[in-house]
């Protein structure tokens, strides 16, 4: 007796599973079951959905001894582990209630009231289980164990409602095994299919954030230089080349700039955009998908692209155009396809973000680099004229000569277009001015430079000449007898040093310290931390001015420059 119903109700069993496994096909099962914090509304559709699988559980039991020999039991104590306790009591109350009713109208009316107290019981004590067990692996162990408990807690209800107790106990010692065995078996199945949603999401979702990279990485040198008609062709191929989509648009606010796959006329790069689908997606900023094209704007009626994902691109917070990923079949867009499609519209988007911010920071840094050079101008021109005013009484002869010198020296540097000189032109600069100095005191200054790097080494405008200028006016000139200030260029490690050296008076420590200092910039120091400041904005960190002094031995001010073979071409620009 006991195998033939473990086989009758075994044939039943296998009906409900090929149910299950339909439904495990649908979407919308797919994802109340994955999603892990579910709405109270997400709990009502579940409680009616697993207590509707009690309920076929119900209908599809044999009959016996006025009891009906059922796997009610995988569709409540399913619901309470997946979904937790409300999900689990409301599944039980739709099941127990639907089996207390069929009592009523003579079905099984031996166990009737005992099986509608005890199911809801059993799918809330499943629901608290489910709250622990949830997301561990194995869920199908504990899900035949917790069958095991639910038909334990349905028997002893049975012994305790049904009478005679005698009959009540007679068919619980026939029916216990067999009802025991066939639902655990069927938990455990059911779990084992429910385990494979959750591995196919996680596949799906693995595949689709791989591709989403592999793509982006592919794309990432042209978008980020942002939406042109040259980059957004590249884009487009590699996005076409390496996805499942037959044709892949990018557009801007106004016109189609690339077309990659199947295309009509309507398609062609330099078209404007028509589709009110499009201009939607550029207003909202919402990702949209079309399954069977019928835009009504569009005049080709025998286009074989049929369905659509339109994203838009934003660029700073603001929308500047779309992708477009064309499929040839129409209800052909699949989650994975979307999930890609939306993943690489945000890839894209904070590429194009990122692009706009370096541009920026760019133009921001060659806006301080101009900045500081049209301060620096002027502070050596008044200097200049200052030595040249004050031998125009003495040495006419002398301060013609220097005027000439000066207005040689300034026509270079207005003609200069380029942000980087080589060392041969700024040593130009620093050997003019020496020259006015040079008039003013005479024999007292001194000046040589030792460099083989002269058509080498590129640097900013006026660099060495403030370095110079600090030299003599604050080292030598306090010394009656003068000195000497010298330019030495040394290689080091690769990297060529740029080294100012006098031999003066020197400074202190904390001097030396408060002209690298950031701060108000007083008549002394504008020169020195303005080239410093440019060193630094223009070859980085590494480049910082560097001061070695010590009182009444001199000081010597270094810094580190690249090579001219280190610089890419665009650098002089």
């Known amino acids: 007796m006991i195998t033939s119903l473990i086989l009758e109700l075994g044939n039943r069993f296998a009906i409900l599973f090929v149910v299950v496994f339909l439904l495990t096909r649908l979407q919308v099962f797919k994802r109340l079951v994955v999603k892990k914090d579910i709405s109270f509304k997400d709990k009502v559709i579940l409680s009616v959905l697993f207590g509707c699988f009690g309920i076929m559980g119900t209908y599809l039991s044999v009959s016996y001894g006025g009891a009906l020999v059922n796997t009610r039991v995988i569709g409540v104590v399913a619901g309470g582990i997946l979904g937790g306790p409300v999900v689990g009591l409301g599944a039980g109350l739709i099941a127990g209630a639907h089996r207390g009713a069929l009592g009523l109208f003579g079905i099984g009316p031996f166990t009737a009231l005992a099986c509608a107290i005890s199911t809801p019981i059993e799918g809330y004590i499943s629901g608290l289980m489910g709250k622990y067990v949830r997301g561990r692996k194995k869920l199908w162990l504990y899900a035949v164990i917790m069958g095991a408990i639910a038909e334990a807690l349905r028997k002893f209800a049975v012994l305790i409602v049904s009478r005679p107790f005698e009959t009540a106990y007679e ?94 006329e309507r398609h062609k790069a330099g078209n404007e955009i028509v589709t009110s689908l499009t201009k939607e997606a550029l207003d909202t900023g919402k990702v949209s998908t079309i399954n069977d094209c019928t835009e009504h704007d569009c005049d080709y009626n025998n286009c074989s692209i049929k369905s659509a994902i339109i994203a838009p691109l934003v660029e700073d917070g603001h929308v500047i155009g779309t992708m477009k990923l064309y499929k040839s079949l129409p209800n052909s867009i699949t989650a994975i396809d979307l999930e890609l499609g939306n993943g690489l519209a945000k890839l894209m988007s904070t590429q194009l973000t990122l692009g706009k911010l370096e541009q920026n920071k760019s133009l921001l840094a060659r806006a301080e680099l101009n900045a500081l050079q049209s301060q620096i101008n002027p ?119 740029i080294k100012v050296v006098d031999n003066g008076v020197g400074m202190s420590k904390e001097i030396a310290i408060k002209l690298l200092s950031e701060g108000e910039d007083d008549g002394d120091s504008i020169g020195f931390r303005n080239v410093n400041a440019r060193l630094i904005a223009t070859f980085g960190e590494a480049s910082r001015l560097k001061v070695f002094s010590e009182k009444n031995f001199g000081t010597t001010i270094s810094f580190i420059i690249p090579r001219l073979s280190e610089f890419k071409e665009g650098a002089l620009c």
């Open 171 to 264: 068919l619980i010692m026939t029916i216990w095994v067999p009802m025991t065995v066939i639902n655990c078996l069927g938990l455990a199945l059911f779990f084992l299919i429910i385990q494979s949603v959750f591995s196919e999401n996680e596949k799906m979702l693995a595949e689709q954030s791989h591709l989403s990279l592999k793509i982006a990485d592919k794309i990432l040198p042209y978008i980020k230089q942002g939406l042109s008609s040259s980059n957004s062709k590249e884009v487009v191929k590699i996005i076409h080349s390496m996805s499942d989509f037959d044709a892949v648009t990018i557009t801007d606010r106004k016109i189609i700039l690339a077309h990659a796959g199947l295309s009509t």
């Open 379 to 497: 502070h050596f021109l008044f200097n200049s004229l200052t030595v040249i005013g004050s031998l125009c009484r003495t040495n006419n002869e002398k301060a013609r000569k220097l005027i000439l010198n000066l207005s040689d020296v300034f026509r270079k540097t207005l003609n200069v277009s380029k942000n980087l000189v080589t060392l041969l032109v700024e040593l130009e600069h620093v050997k003019a001015y020496v020259e006015i100095e040079k008039a003013r005191f005479g024999d007292k200054l001194e000046f040589k430079y030792e460099t083989k790097y002269n058509d080498e080494l590129l640097l900013p405008p006026l660099t060495l000449q403030p370095l110079v200028e600090n030299a003599i006016k604050h080292g030598l000139l306090p010394r009656d007898e003068g000195g000497l200030v010298s330019i030495t260029v040394e290689e080091c490690e690769g990297n060529l040093t």
